[in-house]
């Protein structure tokens, strides 16, 4: 009889912990969507791929991001854009620095540079 009340006095603090960790889940989806992001980054840093086959990784990535209905990362729009200059696409190079810079305003001061410098040339 001692046991069993001792268990009743234990099943307010159980019920309680337990519905603050259900309340503790992340139920919050993602704010951005990594897909093919991190690994494109390390195959430019890496430079064992070339510039094309990375535009096209990223590209796909894109792709999948976009049917989920999310939201590429920051950086994702500018490594596409400095891709794009390297193989002298200029005009897809200024849309995605331009995209960059729409998502992430804080990006613009950046964005603004790598957008002058095929000027320059």
């Given amino acids: 009889m001692k046991y069993t009340g001792m268990l ?12 603050l960790l259900a309340g503790c ?11 093919g992001y991190q690994p494109s980054v390390y195959d430019y840093l890496k430079g064992e791929k070339g510039p094309q086959e990375q535009i096209d990784a990223l590209e796909k990535a894109r792709q999948q991001i ?3 209905g999310n939201t590429p990362p920051p950086g ?20 995605e620095f331009d995209a960059e810079k729409q998502l992430f305003p804080e990006a613009a001061t950046y964005m603004d540079f790598l957008m002058k410098k095929p000027k320059q040339q």
């Fill in 8 to 19: 009743r006095g234990l099943r307010l603090p159980v019920t309680t912990a337990m519905l």
């Fill in 25 to 35: 889940a992340n139920t919050t989806p993602p704010l951005y969507q990594w897909t």
């Fill in 66 to 68: 976009n049917a989920k």
């Fill in 76 to 95: 994702f729009h500018a490594q596409l854009g400095m891709l794009y200059a390297n193989v002298g696409n200029d005009t897809n190079a200024m849309q």
